[in-house]
């Protein structure tokens, strides 16, 4: 199985910038999709990025396209979300996850058989 743990949130004025990254365990990590979904307060869970077991292939939100870019290193079992121009908007608690199987896109289409979930990190953004 997979364990993933997110650090790099934080406190961040709007325009500024902030990395997050998902530490996974585990000798299949590079098998694995990976993607990045986020929750604000009292909304639902939604989608961010998406990025292929390789890192060949990536799939943004659109409210993220043109400011976040999400790339991992498999040799450090590692993904990570570069988060530019925040917006206040984009405040909430961002999880990292992983699947086996399926297309990049099917992480946002099909969330319910996503295999493994972080707990999660917060990131807020302040106007």
């Known amino acids: 199985q997979v364990q993933l743990v997110e650090s790099g949130g934080g406190l961040v004025q709007a325009g500024g910038s902030l990395r997050l990254s998902c530490a996974a365990s585990?000798?299949?990590?590079?098998?694995?999709?990976m993607g990045w979904f986020r929750q604000a307060p009292g909304k639902e869970r939604e989608f961010v990025a998406a990025?292929?077991?390789?890192?060949?292939?990536?799939y943004y939100a659109d409210s993220v396209t043109g400011r976040f870019t999400i790339s991992r290193d498999n040799a450090k079992n590692t993904v990570y979300l570069q988060m530019n121009s925040l917006k206040p908007e984009d405040t909430a608690v961002y999880y990292c996850?992983?699947?086996?199987?399926?297309?990049?896109?099917?992480?946002?289409?099909?969330?319910?058989?996503?295999?493994?979930w972080g707990k999660g990190t917060l990131v807020t953004v302040s106007s």
């Open positions: 996850a992983a699947r086996s199987s399926g297309t990049i896109w099917t992480m946002r289409l099909v969330p319910t058989r996503i295999n493994y």
């Open positions: 585990g000798r299949t990590f590079s098998t694995y999709n």
């Open positions: 990025i292929s077991s390789s890192g060949g292939s990536t």
